[in-house]
């Protein structure tokens, strides 16, 4: 049983372009968490999506956006690129409310 | 003040140490986590704890509500303990339940 599966693992970016990270959810997860963790810091929690929503959300700008789609899975997306977005993006996945499996992340650069 | 605190932010120690990392919080919670995360970033989760103790292998959490404070035990430690022990909070009344992390504590255990 595959856990929470992430893609791409590393990426670099140009400052001011657009990025896509993809994330599958644990098989019986329905609940899906991003959270950006810049070098040396504590993960910073995004938003996370439930039935195709976005439920809650942390104090990111517009500039990060999501979707989830009927199977679960889920996409961030950040828009005009900036050198501060260079960070690990991790994917959790739960089930309503419960336990959390994390990706091993995405790291992104932006140069 | 952040509000998961973790102490202490770095710590080394000889194998076969008994080792202890504490957290503490300062809102009211739907659950406290305790996360692994080695380096190049991937997370695994080790307790979900919303009262009480937990125990796996050497690995023993234990939380007390009235105080907001929790604490990650590790007995008879192994170089193979070296990560990142991170806190992490479900924040109680939020609805959705995205997590809130403390910064970590990094510990290397010598040979």
């Known amino acids: 049983d595959a856990g929470v599966t992430q893609s791409p693992t590393h990426l670099i970016k140009t400052r001011g372009q657009q990025v896509t990270l993809r994330c599958s959810p644990k098989?019986?997860?329905?609940?899906v968490s991003w959270y950006q963790q810049a070098l040396g810091q504590g993960p910073q929690f995004i938003f996370q999506?439930?039935?195709?929503?976005?439920?809650q959300r942390g104090n990111f700008p517009d500039r990060f956006s999501g979707h989830q789609f009927p199977n679960y899975s889920s996409e961030l997306n950040v828009n005009a690129l900036l050198l501060g977005d260079s960070a690990l993006y991790l994917c959790?996945?739960?089930?309503?409310?419960?336990?959390?499996?994390f990706g091993s992340g995405t790291r992104l650069t932006v140069v | 003040k952040n509000e998961v605190e973790q102490s202490p932010q770095n710590l080394t120690a000889q194998e076969g140490e008994f080792i202890t990392i504490n957290c503490s919080y300062s809102?009211?919670?739907?659950?406290l986590h305790w996360l692994q995360q080695h380096p190049g970033g991937g997370i695994v989760s080790l307790f979900m704890?919303?009262?009480g103790k937990k125990k796996h292998g050497r690995l023993i959490a234990t939380i007390n509500i009235q105080e907001k404070h929790s604490s990650l035990h590790i007995t008879a430690s192994h170089p193979r303990d070296s990560a990142v022990y991170i806190c992490?909070?479900?924040?109680?009344?939020?609805?959705?339940?995205?997590?809130?992390f403390g910064k970590g504590t990094h510990l290397i255990i010598q040979p």
């Open positions: 959790a996945s739960s089930r309503t409310i419960g336990g959390y499996t």
């Open positions: 098989s019986g997860h329905d609940t």
């Open positions: 999506y439930y039935e195709e929503e976005e439920r």
């Open positions: 809102v009211g919670i739907s659950a």
């Open positions: 704890l919303s009262s």
């Open positions: 992490a909070v479900g924040i109680r009344g939020g609805g959705a339940d995205g997590l809130t």
